[in-house]
Structure formats: structure tokens, C-alpha cells
């Protein structure tokens, strides 16, 4: 089955930048999603189609493709960030939706 | 508001069966995909299945293909998941979210499964 590949844990400084990355073969020919969950909240999306950021998420969210990697960049990392964050795709079909593992955003 | 609800989780034994509902409000439900995500606890999010907008087309991961069956009725703005044959690893929030961007989430509805 198809699987998309985060790092477990990203840790930063407030201010700093954090990347977090999502490998998965069907990303050049798929678009990703990028979710903030919150301990015992739903998931919210902060960057679809790759690039796009939905209303009322702050600009530091932002995303980037490049070849079979996707990457969730936050510019001035801020302690209200901190939580865990998924990326979403679908197979080389786009049949089947999948997720990533998870990364934990720990801010120092 | 654009909010959806999910209701229907409880417990129940292994081999049992529930129905989990989710009702869509602030948006026009027809005209969506929708998914249901489920996350066990202390775990990652796993899709689950998703359903076209006139509930021609349906899709499921392979874990609960033959036992969940997802539908839909646009009359009544609700999105169902139809779950028999549970195994304690079902044991989950489940979540249902406006595809294909899941842009918009319910609060989950928790199902144990459990003897």
C-alpha cells in the first residue's frame, strides 16, 4: 500500500523556521494537504494543494513541492504552533487518500 | 456556519455492528466528496473511506473493505459510516471531513470496541 513519510519530531526555537517534509513516489503527480492537530482538537488545514493556504491561516504557514517531497515551512515559529502536523495525498490512482505519520512541532 | 457533527460511537464488543452519522450544516452538502478519518488512540490519522457527491462512487482502505460501508443522503444533509463486523482495532475517533481538501472537520464521534 502507499505511504507518505514524515520525520517523527521537529523541534525549534520561537522565532526560528521550521520545516517539516513528506516523502511518498505519487507526489509529483498528486497534490498534498497539510493538517495542524492540536492535543483532543479535530485536525485543521493549513496548506492545500501543495502551495495554497486557506483563509485565516497566518502567512508564516507555507508549502513547496519538489519531486516526490512536499514540504510545510513556518516562518517565525510562534508557541501557539506547537502540535502535530500531517501531511495528506492520494495514490498514484488517486483513488485512495492517505496520510502521513505525523510530526510532532515541539517549540524550545 | 459550515459545521458538520458526528454522531453514533459507543461501545461495543468484538463482531458487533454501529452506525455512525454526520449531519452537515452551512454548506451545500450535494455538491461535495466526503471522507471519514479515523485516529486510534495516541496514534496518527487514517483514512478511512469517501463517497461522490450522488453516491455513485466509493472508496475504502483496505483494512475495512467487506465490513464498513459509507453512504449518503443529500435529502437530509447526512453522511453515514456502517460498521459491522468490529475488531478491537477499530477502536478510534472517527471523524468525518468535507473532501477533497478536508477543509472542514467534525468534532469525532469516539468508537471502543472492546469485550
Known amino acids: 500500500s502507499y505511504e507518505l513519510t514524515q520525520p517523527p519530531s521537529v523541534s525549534v526555537s520561537p522565532g526560528q523556521t521550521a520545516r517539516i517534509t513528506c516523502s511518498g513516489d505519487a507526489l509529483p503527480n498528486q497534490y498534498a494537504y497539510w493538517y495542524q492537530q492540536k492535543p483532543g482538537q479535530a485536525p485543521v488545514l493549513v496548506i492545500y494543494k501543495d502551495s495554497e493556504r486557506p483563509s485565516g491561516i497566518p502567512e508564516r504557514f507555507s508549502g513547496s513541492s519538489s519531486g516526490t517531497t512536499v514540504t510545510l515551512t513556518i516562518s517565525g515559529v510562534q508557541a501557539e504552533d506547537e502540535a502535530d502536523y500531517y501531511c495528506?495525498?492520494?495514490?498514484?490512482?488517486?483513488?485512495?487518500?492517505?496520510f502521513g505519520g505525523g510530526t510532532k512541532l515541539t517549540v524550545l | 456556519e459550515v459545521q458538520l457533527v458526528e454522531s453514533g460511537g459507543g461501545l461495543d464488543q468484538p463482531g458487533g455492528s454501529l452506525r455512525l452519522s454526520c449531519a452537515a450544516s452551512?454548506?451545500?452538502?450535494?455538491?461535495?466528496?466526503m471522507s471519514w478519518v479515523r485516529q486510534a488512540p495516541g496514534k496518527g490519522l487514517e483514512w478511512v473511506a469517501n463517497?461522490?457527491?450522488?453516491?455513485?462512487?466509493?472508496d475504502y482502505v483496505d483494512s475495512v473493505k467487506g465490513r464498513f460501508t459509507i453512504s449518503r443522503d443529500n435529502a437530509k444533509n447526512s453522511l453515514y459510516l456502517q460498521m459491522n463486523s468490529l475488531r478491537v482495532e477499530d477502536t478510534a475517533v472517527y471523524y468525518c471531513?468535507?473532501?477533497?481538501?478536508?477543509?472542514?472537520w467534525g468534532k469525532g464521534t469516539t468508537v471502543t470496541v472492546s469485550s
Open positions: 495528506q495525498s492520494a495514490d498514484s490512482s488517486g483513488t485512495y487518500r492517505v
Open positions: 452551512g454548506f451545500t452538502f450535494s455538491t461535495y466528496w
Open positions: 463517497i461522490k457527491q450522488d453516491g455513485s462512487e466509493k
Open positions: 471531513a468535507r473532501d477533497h481538501s478536508m477543509d472542514v
